[in-house]
């Protein structure tokens, strides 16, 4: 009888919710010989801190990648100590290397950085390179959000999924 009320509680407690946070970047990646147009589109997830997809279109690079990159140096913009540089883990996928950084100047106090990211221009970008000839490109300027993604957490999910079953299976104790 005393664990009812946890089932009870676990059944009507709502499962959390990550967001898929897209962002792009529309623009030119350039080095000191060479200019290009491209198009990136990166998603991050404001619920394992990290960077969770990237799709990256120019000329000289191009790749599509998914996996996990976490933020470095995570921790929130705040008044005191106010940490002004940031950016994913880079990665590799085929013949390019990736690495997105963030400059927080203008980020608020206490502001998510996952939330904000069209917020950190003109500083942020990117520095990419075709690995094969170690031709590095960077692209420096504003990140878009396009979209953003409410998706329920599995473990919670799992959870909330448990507290039925008990709910169920002590209801049948019963009867």
């Known amino acids: 009888m005393k664990v009812l009320p946890l089932l009870l509680a676990l059944c009507f407690m709502s499962p959390a919710h990550a967001a898929l946070i897209t962002y792009a970047y529309t623009n030119k990646i350039e080095n000191q010989h060479e200019s290009y147009d491209a198009v990136g589109l990166f998603t991050v997830d404001d619920q394992r801190r990290g960077l969770v997809s990237a799709t990256f279109t120019s000329i000289p ?37 990736c690495f997105l950084y963030l400059d927080l100047f203008f980020l608020d106090a206490g502001e998510d950085i996952f939330h904000n990211l069209d917020k950190t221009a003109p500083f942020e970008g990117a520095s990419v390179e075709v690995v094969s000839t170690h031709t590095g490109y960077f692209f420096i300027a504003g990140l878009n959000k396009v979209s953003t993604v409410d998706v329920p957490e599995p473990a919670s999910t799992a959870l909330f999924g448990l507290g039925l079953l008990g709910l169920v299976a002590s209801r049948r104790k019963r009867c």
Do not use: I, K, R
């Open 61 to 97: 690079v191009n790749f599509e990648w998914e996996g996990f990159v976490p933020l470095m140096y995570d921790q929130p913009v705040s008044d005191v100590g106010q940490l002004y540089e940031n950016g994913f883990e880079p990665f590799t996928v085929g013949d390019a290397s």
